[in-house]
């Protein structure tokens, strides 16, 4: 009698186990087709979400030899937020490769465009609508970690409610998927972590790099944070607001036309100081978008000066949108955000200060910090990142105002000889580097400069 209840119990606790997984598993897949990763992990079932988050199917042969992962990790269940990424491990030595987390700018631009246009393992084809493998990948040295942040911009989404509206709300939510991420992928938790990113990603990149300091003496999983690379970064607006100047010196406006950029930039630098960070917003708009920059330059583009075209996103906007790649990607029905609504939610945002962060940031001097700029950008211009980073408030900041600055060399490809690739001043942790005939996006200008500067961050090498 007693060992046929015991039997009784031994199948009802297997059935009721059997349940739990299928119904985890069920969850993990909504009506909505995309794969959400998020209740596999809480369920402790990462075999399954591992090989639920592969990648196959990209319309193209050379692609299927790359290893990725892709899906969505939900970050504030109350508002439904969740962040898309796509993860490629190193395609040499990934047991021990540094592991990069890429966020791009905007806001409001996905991190699928420094996939595909700048250091991605792939790019779009413009004739054939196909992805064709890059020459000069940063997935051949590290680990990439493409995440559409904040929540609604690409892939990501949230409910209205949960928009993000200020950089501690979205470095919550990256804080959280990177936990997740780390679940999902734990044996590069052990690797060497850096956060990267361009243009509003400077923004982003201290916030979380701050919020991961102040969580790791206390956190279950640690996030071993070595460092982070910022590209012609919006890190302090009062300090970088500089268009005009910039103009002037590459000769494409006159003195009048100069005075009247710095009305203009007067208005919004007292703006900003007064706190009216949404009137310094809409000045900066009236600026670029409303007609004052190409009125007077008959410039394309503000991100590269000597740029006849503006930046397009069609090719790889059409690209995801193709029925076989999004099942690939595992974002089911999920649409595409152009961002322009997290842009709105972020207008009192754009022009306050991250400053303090990456300050704290240096003066615990555990964390390397490069703040590279590419010459021919006018959006963020050098001169600005010169006065942003002058302007630091940490231990070292004299010492870095007096360094002495080197001149970067890269090895040329078919010679015999060294390239001028840039100008590099460090003191300590901090190094601010120009990189020659590049703009606003350094990677997609020169693939083989931008390989290398990454790879000399990383491993703690000099420029020079």
């Known amino acids: 009698m007693l060992m046929a209840i015991l039997r009784c119990i031994v199948s009802a606790v297997l059935i009721l186990t059997t349940l739990v997984q299928h119904c985890t598993m069920s969850m993990s897949h909504t009506d909505d087709g995309a794969l959400y990763l ?20 990209l319309l193209s042969e050379e692609a299927q030899s790359v290893e990725s992962y892709s899906g969505y990790l939900t970050v504030d269940d109350i508002h439904n937020s969740n962040l898309f990424f796509w993860f490629f491990p190193a395609m040499n030595d990934a047991a021990v490769a540094p592991v990069i987390l890429w966020l791009q700018g905007g806001p409001g631009i996905p991190s699928l465009y ?28 590290h680990s990439m970690l493409y995440v559409d942040n904040p929540v609604g911009t690409g892939f990501s989404f949230t409910t209205d409610d949960g928009y993000n509206k200020d950089q501690a709300a979205i470095g919550r939510n990256m804080y959280e998927a990177l936990l997740q991420f780390f ?28 919020i991961i ?22 890190i302090d607006p009062v300090n970088q607001v500089a268009y005009g100047k910039t103009l002037y010196q590459y000769g494409v406006i006159n003195e009048n036309e100069k005075r009247k950029f710095e009305e203009l930039e007067h208005i919004i630098s007292n703006q900003i100081k007064d706190g009216n960070y949404t009137g310094a917003h809409n000045t900066d708009i009236e600026l670029f978008n409303n007609g ?81 700029s590419g010459q021919l950008d006018i959006i963020v211009p050098y001169s600005g990142t010169v006065m942003a980073a002058r302007s630091l408030r940490w231990s070292g900041a004299e010492r870095f105002k007096n360094a002495t600055r080197t001149i970067w060399r890269v090895r040329a490809s078919k010679q015999d000889t060294t390239d001028v690739a840039g100008y590099a001043t460090t003191f300590g942790p901090l190094t601010m580097l120009l990189v020659r005939n590049t703009g606003h996006m350094v990677p997609s ?12 961050f990383t ?6």
Request: with cysteine; glycine share 8%.
């Open 459 to 464: 491993s703690g090498k000099p420029f020079q």
């Open 292 to 372: 004052v920059f190409k009125k007077l330059t008959g410039l394309a583009t503000a991100y590269n000066v000597l740029s006849d075209t503006e930046e397009s996103f069609e090719g790889i906007w059409t690209y995801v949108s193709h029925p076989d790649v999004r099942a690939a990607l595992h974002v089911g029905e999920r649409l595409l955000n152009d961002g322009c609504k997290a842009r709105t939610y972020l207008l009192n945002d754009e022009m306050q200060s991250v400053s303090p962060c990456l300050g704290a940031l240096l003066d615990t001097g555990l964390y390397r910090v490069l703040l590279y």
């Open 213 to 234: 300091h102040q969580k790791n003496p206390d956190a279950s999983i640690k996030i071993n944070l070595k460092g982070i690379a910022i590209g012609n970064g919006f």
């Open 183 to 210: 679940k999902l992928f734990s044996e590069y938790q052990k690797n060497d972590f850096f956060i990267a990113g361009e243009s509003y990603a400077g923004k982003y990149v201290p916030t979380l790099s701050y």
């Open 445 to 456: 200008d020169h693939p083989v400069w931008a390989h290398e500067m990454i790879t000399r």
């Open 38 to 57: 998020t209740p596999m992990i809480r369920a402790g079932h990462i075999v399954e979400a591992r090989n639920a988050c592969k990648v196959v199917g």
């Open 114 to 141: 420094g996939l595909f246009e700048e250091h991605g393992p792939f790019s779009v084809s413009e004739e054939s609508g196909t992805i064709e493998l890059r020459n000069h990948t940063w997935v051949s040295t």
